[in-house]
């Protein structure tokens, strides 16, 4: 479904990623670890086209993306939920939903009934600004504003940063759902190991820009991966 062949991207004469090489299939969940500052942040950016690659390819779905605006990604499918939410804090749910709408053609312009049914909260909040939210309502806004786009693959940049355990548990129970039943491709940012592992079908481990590990979800070596989890 993605490809992502070679990239090499740089920040001034910083070479942020070297040769970065990954693969996503339709519903499956692909898993991207390493600690802070290893250059996956930069990676969904470049995937959703918020960073100008140096060289390298992005094909989704066979076709090449790469030199597509990130407005263009969006409407061929790719939503990308960011490190830290970035919901609208003066706007009410249901407008922070609505924002998804930019990428939809106007008959597809509606919230669908499965967004609240995968978070209820939201439906009984949907009058309330999203700034009255708590971090874990804020998320899954964030998750449920991406979905509203309709999306064929879907970028998660660390969603368990900063959530309690029981938000933690629903949102992976989402990310199961959406890979299993609506077939979405998922590509996962996290640091948080035992999340990652109980929903990876394929993982890769980051370090200084390139991969360093990486193979099926259920063969994650814990000891291994967690070497280059920790400072």
């Known amino acids: 479904m993605l490809e992502v062949n070679k990239i090499n991207l740089s ?12 693969k996503a299939e339709s519903g499956k969940i692909t898993t991207i670890l390493g600690r802070n500052g290893v250059g996956k942040t930069s990676l969904l950016k470049s995937i959703i086209g918020l960073e100008d690659i140096k060289s390298g390819s992005i094909y989704l779905n066979k076709l090449n993306i790469t030199n597509l605006s990130s407005p263009l990604r969006a409407s061929s499918g790719i939503a990308y939920v960011p490190q830290g939410r970035e919901i609208f804090s003066l706007l009410t749910v249901e407008e922070n939903l609505q924002t998804g709408f930019s990428v939809l053609k ?17 439906r009984e909040m949907k009058n309330r600004r999203g700034g009255d939210l708590s971090g874990g309502q804020q998320q899954q806004l964030a998750i449920a504003r991406a979905l509203v786009m309709k999306p064929k693959l879907l970028l998660l940049d660390e969603p368990t940063e900063g959530i309690q355990p029981s938000i933690i548990k629903q949102i992976g129970e989402v990310i199961r759902y959406l890979a299993s039943t609506e077939k979405i491709g998922i590509i996962l940012v996290e640091q948080y190991f035992d999340f990652a ?35």
């Not at 920040?11 to 990954?22: A, H, K, R, V």
């Not at 993982?203 to 200084?208: E, G, P, Q, S, T």
């Not at 991969?211 to 979800?217: D, M, R, Y």
């Open 197 to 231: 592992r109980n929903l990876s079908d394929k993982y890769y481990v980051l370090n200084k820009g390139k991969i360093v590990l990486s193979g099926k979800g259920k063969e994650m070596n814990k000891k291994k991966v967690q070497s280059y989890l920790t400072v």
């Open 106 to 122: 106007r008959r597809d312009k509606k919230v669908s009934k499965y967004i609240y049914d995968l978070f209820p909260i939201l």
């Open 11 to 22: 920040y001034g004469e910083s070479n942020i990623l070297f040769d970065m090489s990954i």
